[in-house]
């Protein structure tokens, strides 16, 4: 059974910083690429980032680039945001996702976590 | 960006009748190598979204056949034929032809 478990949420200050884990288990995680998505407080759904199987490739939404970065470590089966420069409107329920097909980026996600909530605020 | 347009906002459905939600993009969904890029995804309350539909109309593993997707280019449909009480909760169509994959602003289903 594919499961991912999101850690490490919280709140913070603006201008601050985070780190957020997730944790795969089921499948060969290092053959898929992975996928941070978030989702504001009863708004919809906006992809952050994703990044390759092997992480030699990672790519962003506009609104986080610069701050943002996604790794991951295949040893440990877990994929990171680390997350700088924090802003109110980055506030949100952080999930990490799967990419629908191994070795390829799909285009889609097929299985997510139960999410962590990211709370900025002073 | 590509933009997804969901109509209805809200749909409220007796059990046992169907139900349709239309997902527009702002630009074609049909790739070069044959595939057309438009996802479904369904939000129960209090959970993560969870995959339905993949490639307009390939329902995901385990999930019922009363699911059905269709549509091509920039229109297309999520049907569910008869709308069970469990059915209910936020459905997002998605594209993932060009980043930043982006969602539609969602429907959510009541079950009267």
């Known amino acids: 059974e594919v499961q991912l478990v999101e850690s490490g949420g919280g709140l913070v200050q603006p201008g601050g910083s985070l780190r957020l884990s997730c944790e795969a288990s089921?499948?060969?995680?290092?053959?898929?690429?992975m996928n941070w998505v978030r989702q504001a407080p009863g708004k919809g759904l906006e992809w952050v980032a994703n990044?390759?199987?092997?992480?030699?490739?990672?790519q962003y939404v506009d609104s986080v680039k610069g701050r943002f970065t996604i790794s991951r470590d295949n040893a440990k089966d877990s994929v990171y945001l680390q997350m700088n420069s924090l802003r109110a409107e980055d506030t949100a329920v952080y999930y990490c996702?799967?990419?629908?097909?191994?070795?390829?980026?799909?285009?889609?996600?097929?299985?997510w976590g139960q999410g962590t909530l990211v709370t900025v605020s002073s | 960006d590509i933009v997804m347009t969901q109509t209805p906002l809200s749909l409220s459905v007796t059990p046992g009748q169907p139900a349709s939600i239309s997902c527009k993009s702002s630009?074609?969904?049909?790739?070069?190598?044959?595939?057309?890029?438009l996802y479904w995804y369904l939000q129960k309350p209090g959970q993560s979204p969870q995959l339905l539909i993949y490639e307009v109309s390939s329902r995901f593993s385990g999930v019922p056949d009363r699911f059905s997707g269709s549509g091509s280019g920039t229109d297309f449909t999520l049907k569910i034929s008869r709308v069970e009480a469990e059915d209910l909760g936020l459905y997002y169509c998605m594209q993932g032809i060009h980043l930043p994959l982006t969602f539609g602003g969602g429907t959510k289903v009541e079950i009267k």
């Open positions: 089921g499948f060969t995680f290092s053959r898929y690429w």
């Open positions: 630009r074609s969904l049909l790739n070069s190598d044959g595939k057309t890029y």
């Open positions: 990044i390759k199987e092997d992480g030699s490739k990672k």
């Open positions: 996702a799967r990419d629908g097909d191994p070795y390829d980026s799909s285009g889609y996600t097929d299985y």
